[in-house]
């Protein structure tokens, strides 16, 4: 699968931030990160959000999270996709709108089941397409069976939908970061496929590439979705058992609910990422960010490894 990511993805054009609101535009733009275990208020910890801000995303974010039964912000293909989607489609006896009109409808459908249970429930990409083919009215001439692979097939509409491409500096800050002895982490609502991406484009699983295991949480293995609490508590009590408190920890995201809201919640300090125009999120219209304020804000991941003012 590492191999569909690397053939299906190609660079995708930069586009600067809007102008940030006053109140963002005064935020500190650099901070002094301290290898080794600092005196409390010191970042030892940096923990990243992934699409919007280790890479960019066409959706700007990916999850299969409800929010009061609707779908999340999974990005379920647009026109832009274009002759992709009826190329991979055709390979599957059945027309774009099909494959795009199931995904959707078994979204709402399967929240609509969980609405109640939770505020914000993830789904398994894998588990909607797997019973794709069954739904079909009548089988196609030199269409697929139903032993197809549906992690294949998740994986490959995915890469047609929410094309996603390394975020310029993202390699190379991991690295200094790394080397300087800051424990790295992740927290994002994702897919199977999502640690997929660091071994697709920097060569190495994010284990591999220095994060700390304990610190990789992923919303399809929690089965809830950003903002909810529950996948920041997990980080909480890792650092704890560092002896570390929730503010020797940075997290650093693109959106102001999901990242910002969620993470100032759980006690870390944290940095908005406006990089990119299109993942950039600040939700000004949603009650609960409402006088949230990220402790930066930075233009560029590199920003993380510049000395302080």
């Known amino acids: 699968m590492v191999s569909l990511i690397r053939q299906a993805s190609a660079p995708l054009p930069w586009l600067p931030p809007p102008e940030l609101p006053p109140y963002l535009e005064a935020a500190n733009q650099r901070f002094e990160v301290c290898p080794g275990t600092p005196p409390p208020g010191d970042v030892s910890t940096i923990i990243f959000d992934v699409y919007g801000t280790l890479f960019v995303s066409a959706a700007g974010d990916i999850s299969l999270a409800g929010d009061s039964g609707t779908a999340g912000n999974i990005c379920t293909g647009d026109d832009s996709v274009g002759n992709s ?100 982490g992740l927290i994002s609502n994702a897919q199977f496929f999502t640690p997929l991406l660091f071994e697709a484009f920097f060569g190495g699983s994010p284990e591999a590439l220095g994060f700390d295991r304990e610190l990789l949480i992923y919303s399809f293995e929690i089965g809830e979705a950003k903002p909810s609490p529950a996948l920041f508590n997990p980080a909480v009590r890792r650092l704890e058992t560092l002896g570390l408190k929730p503010e020797n920890a940075l997290y650093v995201g693109n959106d102001m609910l999901n990242d910002i809201f969620a993470a100032a919640r759980a006690g870390f300090k944290t940095a908005l990422f406006a990089g990119d125009r299109r993942s950039l999120r600040l939700r000004e219209g949603d009650g609960r960010t409402q006088g949230i304020r990220p402790d930066w804000v930075i233009r560029e991941l590199k920003s993380l490894t510049k000395p302080p003012n």
């Open 85 to 184: 989607l009826d190329n991979l489609a055709a390979e599957y006896g059945v027309s774009a709108e099909e494959l795009r009109g199931y995904f959707r409808g078994e979204l709402l459908r399967r929240h609509e089941k969980l609405r109640g249970k939770a505020a914000y429930p993830e789904l398994r990409v894998e588990e909607i397409w797997a019973d794709f083919p069954a739904r079909r009215a009548e089988p196609r001439r030199n269409s697929v069976t139903t032993r197809y692979d549906s992690r294949e097939l998740a994986l490959r509409y995915e890469l047609v939908v929410n094309p996603v491409y390394p975020m310029p500096g993202a390699e190379e800050t991991l690295r200094i970061l790394r080397d300087r002895g800051i424990r790295l």
